[in-house]
């Protein structure tokens, strides 16, 4: 288990660029300190075992899809948000591929939870816009981004087992939990209405608006559920495809909530502006206690300096990973791609490497630090979901374009790809 899981923060952390690519771009914090990021990241999530949460079973995964932290809950402790989301997806994401029965998954995010869940992209959506714009903790939406896309591109599943989770059948698809299932339970909260009213204390005005944004974040969770998939993606473009719709319903969620949530702000004095802003404190706080040297390591990962030996070791790791992940001469043999083929797929290649540098976790010396208010938040978080999207789309013209001239056959072999890399 203990190599299963090094071999799996490697590969989550495998984003150093090859030596042409990283040429032509140029990571923030240099193409080492952002790897360093992912792998101490990993190496720290690790202790969470989240691993062994993904094949538990019975009492286990019922708790979880009760959104309750099992080993939180009997201890009297509270629970663990990255427990909870580790606890909550690995079941539906790992049930579906080889019957779950190989937990191994390599598009597994640092914290334990997937960004893909069988054919549903971004599971916790509604939940991480919550946690990120109300408690001001951006963790879970820092993860997203080349190992997704990645993963879109080389699905894990074959495509009778991602039917599993839109179309059951027999007697092994009563374990596989629908797409509809995966995208309801998933949302464990909302807007905290109640606890915000106990904060604040608000007056009659004031509660009214504190309402009509718990009516917005409502509908902002319809319309990312709206966007949950009905069917099974059979290609990479319609995988691509439902990153871009989910990622526009999370766009248009925020659009609709930043009108209460700053009508609502704006009715509160100095006082309660503060005791709302605790909220985001309290989180902060109970993450760094619970790890409390993730942001002293988080820093030293995205300093490209800050230990030349240990960049040398890992570069010759990552360049080996790279090749794994992007094995072009093997893939161009296997498809039989002409000369103009090949270039095209160096292309789409190139393209989804280079998101390492736009959705990197790693912050940019030259970004000045936002305000800590809901407000600020909320902007943030919408640019870092259209940044996202921008990605995709770029990500997907470069696959249009790779598939153009491809005959079916060829196509078919390339769907093939991801199942037997994910083995």
Not at 3 to 10: D, Q, V
Not at 203 to 226: K, S
Not at 316 to 343: F, G, K, N, S
Request: charged content about 25%; hydrophobic content about 40%.
């Amino acid at each position: 288990m203990g190599l299963a899981l090094a071999g799996a923060a490697l590969m989550i952390a495998a984003v150093l660029l090859p030596n042409k690519a990283e040429a032509q771009f140029g990571l923030r914090g240099g193409p080492l300190g952002v790897a360093r990021f992912a792998v101490g990241h990993v190496i720290g999530m690790s202790r969470l075992r989240h691993s062994r949460m993904a094949v538990r079973g019975g009492r286990y995964r019922s708790a979880a899809l009760r959104s309750q932290d099992p080993r939180g809950a009997e201890r009297g402790q509270p629970a663990n948000p990255y427990i909870l989301r580790a606890a909550l997806t690995a079941q539906a994401a790992l049930s579906g591929w080889h019957g779950g029965r190989r937990p191994q998954g390599w598009w597994r995010h640092p914290d334990g939870s997937y960004g893909w869940a069988g054919p549903v992209f971004w599971p916790f959506a509604h939940d991480d816009l919550t946690t990120a714009i109300i408690f001001g903790d951006t963790t879970s939406l820092s993860l997203y981004g080349y190992g997704d896309i990645y993963a879109a591109i080389f699905a894990p599943y074959a495509a009778t087992e991602l039917a599993a989770y839109t179309a059951p059948q027999g007697r092994r698809a009563r374990k596989v939990p629908s797409a509809e299932t995966v995208c309801d339970a998933s949302d464990t909260g909302g807007l905290p209405v109640d606890r915000i009213a106990a904060l604040v204390r608000p007056n009659e005005l004031q509660r009214a608006a504190l309402d009509e944004l718990g009516t917005a974040w409502v509908a902002a969770r319809d319309t990312i559920r709206a966007a949950c998939p009905t069917q099974a993606p059979a290609t990479a473009p319609e995988r691509l495809g439902l990153m871009r719709e989910r990622l526009a319903a999370m766009i248009k969620a925020t659009e609709g909530i930043a009108p209460p949530l700053a009508k609502f702000v704006d009715l509160l004095d100095d006082g309660q502006k503060a005791k709302l802003d605790s909220l985001a404190r309290d989180r902060r706080a109970a993450l760094a206690a619970g790890q409390p040297n993730k942001d002293a390591q988080a820093a030293a990962a995205c300093d490209a300096n800050s230990d030349p030996r240990y960049d040398e070791k890992l570069q010759r790791q990552y360049e080996q990973l790279v090749q794994q992940q992007w094995p072009a001469a093997e893939i161009a043999t296997t498809l039989r791609l002409d000369e103009v083929a090949r270039a095209r797929f160096e292309v789409l290649q190139d393209t989804t490497l280079r998101t390492m540098e736009t959705l990197s976790a790693c912050p940019s010396k030259s970004e000045p630090k936002a305000e800590p208010s809901p407000q600020a938040r909320v902007t943030a978080v919408k640019a870092r979901l259209e940044t996202m999207l921008q990605a995709v789309n770029g990500v997907g013209d470069a696959l249009d374009d790779f598939e153009a001239d491809l005959s079916d056959e060829q196509k078919a072999g390339f769907e093939t790809i991801g199942p037997k890399r994910g083995v």
